[in-house]
């Protein structure tokens, strides 16, 4: 079962009730000083707003190399859910520990910290390094910031491990991702003579055609990984809106969508594919409505990841103790990571699908106390 000082941690860290976005500096205060205490150097990367914060962290002897682990402060809201149990506040039943955030991710993050701890207490030959990010849950933001402070910072590691839910599996890719924002600019007028103006919500709803266009011919021409659930690229619409009144014809409206690609299909190919079919839609009404448009935005975009099954790092990490080799569907910080020259593997407990995002979330002693035996045995080969 997990150790009494995993367990400390982790009811210490249930109790921040921060969400992405949010003020994160009394949790990082805590954990940056819980590191302080044990001799490790400290880099502090607030965001610009000044609100939060992200930290790197290393032990041991300076420089590259090493070992990391990585992990995010930041949980996804609880309103709107039926939980039965405080979501701040951690509670057990049986062999459940039920609190917001204990598989995604701070289960792994109290299994860092313990850690820590007893890296202090020994010599270490390579250094041990954490990565504390926020705002993870809404398109791994916070990493996109830190990340290019790491080399310069306390070093790259030769291996990093992203502690995500994976039951304890041994995740070599995932999907990357893009989020974006279509503008369209039609002709407001009066409802009454619709057919002379032009409604942008019309285009809109051309474009979310194009998109299950778009779908088809990826899933029918584009790469397929059979080790996904869905093993190809996808596409989704998410939030459609505009107009003012039922009287008005709208001269605006706005569109979010996603894709979400394979390694083998090209960001740029994907993106230039749909500026062609959001100017088929507009080009026909230009004689007439020269103010017909259709803009594209990318507001985030994070990479995915992709590991040889066959690295040294997968049989290294299965050998301490870890599980199946898989690909996951969600998406991580581990690309970025993994752009910066570093073997990267996301491997963590908690099971995604199972606790994930839900109400009631939980973490099983079983699989903290399998994450705690697993870096204790990385330590014990790190130590001098």
């Not at 062999?95 to 860092?112: E, I, V, W």
């Not at 030769?158 to 369209?184: D, N, S």
């Not at 057919?195 to 029918?220: G, I, K, S």
């Not at 020269?290 to 290294?316: F, H, I, T």
Request: hydrophobic share 45%.
């Amino acid at each position: 079962m997990a150790g009494a000082r995993v367990l400390e941690l982790l009811e210490r860290l249930v109790g921040f009730e921060v969400l992405s976005g949010a003020d994160n500096r009394a949790m990082t205060g805590f954990i940056a000083d819980h590191l302080a205490a044990l001799g490790f150097t400290l880099h502090r990367l607030p965001h610009p707003d000044g609100n939060r914060e992200g930290l790197f962290a290393a032990l041991g002897p300076e420089g590259p190399g090493g070992v990391m682990l990585s992990a995010h402060v930041d949980v996804v809201p609880v309103a709107g859910q039926n939980w039965t149990r405080p979501p701040f506040r951690l509670s057990t039943e049986g062999g459940r520990l039920y609190g917001r955030g204990t598989t995604d991710m701070k289960g792994y993050l109290a299994c860092m910290l313990a850690l820590a701890e007893q890296a202090a207490s020994r010599p270490l030959r390579e250094p041990l390094k954490l990565a504390i990010s926020y705002d993870e849950e809404i398109g791994c933001q916070g990493m996109q910031r830190m990340i290019g402070a790491l080399a310069s910072g306390i070093g790259l590691p030769r291996l990093c491990l992203v502690g995500e839910p994976t039951q304890m599996g041994v995740a070599i890719g995932h999907k990357g991702k893009a989020a974006l924002r279509a503008r369209f600019t039609g002709r407001a007028g009066h409802s009454a003579l619709a057919p002379e103006f032009l409604n942008a919500l019309h285009l809109a709803a051309d474009f979310v055609q194009a998109l299950r266009t778009e779908q088809a011919y990826w899933q029918a021409s584009g790469a397929r990984d059979p080790a996904y659930a869905v093993p190809y690229t996808t596409l989704h619409a998410g939030r459609f809106w505009g107009g003012q009144a039922l009287n008005i014809v709208p001269g605006s409206a706005e569109l979010e969508f996603e894709y979400r690609h394979l390694p083998g299909d090209d960001p740029a190919e994907i993106e230039a594919r749909l500026a062609r079919a959001a100017q088929a839609i507009v080009q026909p009404y230009r004689g007439s409505f020269p103010e017909a448009s259709v803009s594209l935005l990318v507001e985030n975009a994070y990479p995915g990841l992709d590991m040889a099954p066959d690295a040294p790092a997968v049989g290294w990490l299965q050998g301490l103790g870890a599980g199946p080799v898989m690909k996951v569907p969600f998406g991580t910080e581990a690309g970025y990571f993994a752009a910066q020259g570093i073997e990267t593997l996301v491997c963590g407990p908690g099971s995604m699908a199972g606790q994930g995002h839900q109400p009631d979330e939980y973490i099983e002693r079983s699989e903290l106390a399998a994450c705690e035996a697993l870096l204790g045995r990385l330590l014990e080969g790190m130590s001098a």
